[in-house]
């Protein structure tokens, strides 16, 4: 009988996915799977339990927030043969699960994640570490992790964003050397990320009318350090949708790999959560690495 690791976090999202577990194992076990099942039970287990156990399953679906996602996979990527994953969001802002076009039901969710087909996705690597959708610095970048889980729980997608709003005028600016495929970015930035998404931070950023997940390339989207309070704003605001004007604040472009340098520690966030201050940062895409469910 083919064997399926269901790896879930009760907390994730508003708990709610706790009440469904039934009817998940149910439709996994309808669809020919033997059903193993861990509750996460802390801060990396998702990590650990891949890590251990994937190796001996022929699928790993995990429910969660993009946290679980990434800890899955990040798991995940340390064996040699990797079994396809299955996703079932249940987190607040669920970013990646934007990319798959999964179906909209519950229901429609447990039978894609068991019976769907898997396809291969680009993971990013950071200094030995792993993200599966995104890689940021500096302002607002620091929401996600710094914000407590009841307090997400409780205003989900406000959170982010009153969090943000209060930290606009601490903004701070990095003096960095940005090494690309396409040549070398220099001078003060306040933003920079690198991405595989066409959603961070429940918005759809800037530069995603290019991603395809299993490209090779990452989007990367820097903002130099604005002049005045006018020009930040007008930043802020035509972010999220503009085409960034070629020598403008904002630069955009697509690369295979990244060297970072800041002359003092730069705190990286790596799928929204911590990723450490390093003074150098090499980015790397490792194509097609895993193999995750889509809904079409
Ligand atoms: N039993 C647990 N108790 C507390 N935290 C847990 C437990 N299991 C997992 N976690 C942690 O919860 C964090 C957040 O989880 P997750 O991303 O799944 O949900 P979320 O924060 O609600 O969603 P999103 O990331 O989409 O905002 C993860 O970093 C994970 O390590």
Not at 29 to 58: C, E, M, N, Y
Not at 136 to 154: E, I, L, S, W
Request: include cysteine.
């Amino acid at each position: 009988m083919k064997r399926l690791l269901f790896i879930y976090n009760p907390h994730a999202g508003k708990g709610r996915s706790k009440s469904h577990i039934s009817d998940v194992v149910d439709c996994f076990t309808r669809q020919g799977w033997l059903v193993t099942i861990h509750p996460t039970q802390g801060k990396a287990d998702a990590a650990a339990v891949a890590a251990d156990l994937g190796g001996s399953f022929d699928r790993v679906v995990c429910c969660g927030g993009d946290g679980t996602l990434h800890e899955t996979i990040t798991g995940l990527m340390g064996l040699t043969n990797r079994p396809p994953v299955g996703y079932i969001p249940a987190g607040t802002t669920n970013d990646f699960s934007r990319n798959l076009h999964l179906p909209r039901s519950l229901a429609g969710r447990m039978e894609t994640a068991g019976a769907g087909v898997p396809r291969p996705v680009d993971i990013g690597r950071f200094n030995g570490e792993y993200f599966i959708y995104v890689a940021a610095f500096g302002a607002f970048t620091d929401v996600a992790y710094d914000t407590p889980q009841p307090f997400k729980n409780a205003f989900g997608h406000l959170a982010y964003v009153l969090e943000g709003a209060a930290r606009l005028p601490s903004l701070q600016s990095y003096r960095l050397r940005v090494e690309h495929d396409g040549g070398t970015e220099e001078g003060d930035f306040l933003f920079g990320m690198v991405s595989n998404t066409v959603s961070v931070g429940g918005f759809k950023g800037a530069n995603t009318e290019r991603v395809e997940l299993d490209d090779g390339q990452f989007e990367v989207v820097l903002i130099r350090q604005p002049q005045n309070a006018a020009q930040l704003q007008s930043i802020v605001m035509g972010l999220m949708q503009a085409k960034p004007e070629p020598g403008g604040a904002v630069v955009a472009f697509q690369t295979t790999r990244l060297r970072v340098t800041c002359a003092g520690e730069l705190p990286w966030t790596l799928d929204g959560e911590y990723g450490g201050a390093p003074r150098v940062a090499e980015i790397e895409n490792l194509p097609r690495a895993v193999e995750i469910v889509y809904g079409k």
